[in-house]
């Protein structure tokens, strides 16, 4: 539900002009950052874009270092690692991610550009807008001198479309001793909203193994897989209770080599949901129960579950530093929604929370649309001084003690 909020108080003058005066540079950054083509697997592509952004920190008084990968056959590209030292005690995580899940080529026919109150690109939705929008607070933070935090640290990882299985460790370690985490993905276009609550993500990897024979003169020798693969498909399409946030669909299979025989081997993936962790082991249960039920004698069905992102849930410590986040908003005249609800998508931000002190929370970045799309992803323009203005006063206000 969308909440209005009043205007409890005038915005920070210096903090909204501010803001509104470092909105050139963020389009120029957002420009040079989508220009970089950095698929998750696109080794070249994501250390220029890991080069240019740690140049980017270091200029602004960062201790930058680039973390190597823990998976780098999966995940190649580096983790970028910055610490900015104030005058204060407080400690505040700013996390983004500069991976894409597009190919390398794409970018010609989609460059970069601006059409009215849209700025296009591939990635520009997830997450280039939020790694800009971390350079650009942490630069307008430097203009009005604003140091009161003990540190401010920034991780901007290059796996997160992959499952961040190369910096997920490095996440929720450097997490654990923050006061806030606030990580930078978008709102959709239709309302600008924070995030308490992410979805948990996992796989189920269904293999059938039957037996081969020719498919015109001995089909009956034959032991079909692709059949039992079938069968155990549709058997699991009911695995999914929607009202719990728990969600099991099929999305990828194959089977069999030739046309004229008999496959002897089947496999299917299913994407896993979960607002539980305790959900993941239903599932888990329920998955191998039923294949005991098989409509092919002689075949062999084996089902494993793979769990990747753990759920984010929301706190008490976050759903008050959320409060706090529309008081602020509001005093721009904007409407913030605050959901305590996951909607599907995983992030990074689960990670950070599982050994994080302090609260988490999600959302900072830009309202965008048509993420994972190749057609018309765009950002909202509008929104970039309000959520420079919202980013900045969070960091502020945490590191002073005023956040309620």
């Excluded at 993936?269 to 082991?281: E, I, K, P, T």
């Excluded at 004698?297 to 494993?304: I, K, L, Q």
């Excluded at 929301?314 to 986040?325: D, M, R, S, Y």
């Amino acid at each position: 539900m969308l909440i209005a909020v009043p205007a409890l108080a005038a915005p920070q003058k210096p903090v909204l002009d501010a803001a509104e005066a470092e909105r050139p540079a963020y389009l120029e950054t957002l420009k040079a950052l989508v220009s970089i083509e950095s698929g998750s697997r696109d080794s070249e592509g994501l250390a220029t874009i890991a080069a240019l952004i740690a140049e980017r920190l270091k200029a602004l008084g960062g201790e930058v270092e680039l973390v190597a990968s823990a998976d780098a056959s999966r995940s190649p590209g580096k983790t970028v690692l910055a610490r900015f030292k104030g005058t204060g005690t407080r400690k505040v995580l700013l996390l983004a991610h500069m991976d894409t899940v597009y190919s390398k080529g794409m970018l010609a026919q989609q460059p970069f550009r601006i059409e009215g109150d849209k700025a296009y690109g591939l990635g520009i939705a997830d997450d280039k807008h939020g790694v800009a929008l971390i350079l650009h607070t942490v630069a307008l933070l430097n203009k009005i001198a604003a140091r009161d935090y003990g540190t401010l640290t920034v991780l901007i990882n290059g796996d997160e479309e992959i499952g961040s299985s190369g910096s997920r460790a490095l996440i929720t370690r450097t997490a654990a001793d923050q006061d806030a985490v606030f990580s930078c993905e978008g709102s959709t276009v239709g309302q600008d909203a924070l995030r308490l609550a992410t979805s948990g993500i996992a796989s189920v990897q269904l293999k059938v193994t039957g037996r081969a024979s020719h498919a015109g003169s001995s089909p009956e020798q034959g032991r079909n897989a692709l059949y039992e693969l079938a069968h155990q498909i549709l058997q699991m399409r009911d695995l999914s209770k929607p009202e719990l946030g728990l969600k099991l669909n099929w999305t990828i299979a194959s089977a069999g080599s030739v046309s004229n025989a008999i496959p002897a081997e089947a496999k299917a993936q299913a994407d896993v949901r979960a607002l539980r962790m305790a959900d993941f082991d239903l599932i888990e249960a329920a998955v191998k129960e039923r294949i005991g039920n098989k409509l092919i004698p002689d075949t062999v069905v084996e089902a494993t579950l793979t769990r990747g992102r753990p759920p984010l849930a929301p706190t008490e410590a976050a759903k008050a530093l959320g409060a706090h986040a529309k008081r602020v908003f509001g005093e721009i005249d904007r409407q913030l929604t605050v959901t305590e609800r996951a909607t599907g998508g995983g992030t990074d931000a689960a990670y950070a929370a599982l050994e994080a002190k302090g609260p988490v929370i999600e959302g900072f970045g830009l309202r965008g649309f048509g993420a994972h799309s190749n057609q018309n992803e765009y950002v909202a323009l509008d929104s970039i001084v309000p959520r420079l203005y919202l980013l900045a006063r969070m960091i502020t206000d945490v590191s002073r003690g005023q956040a309620k």
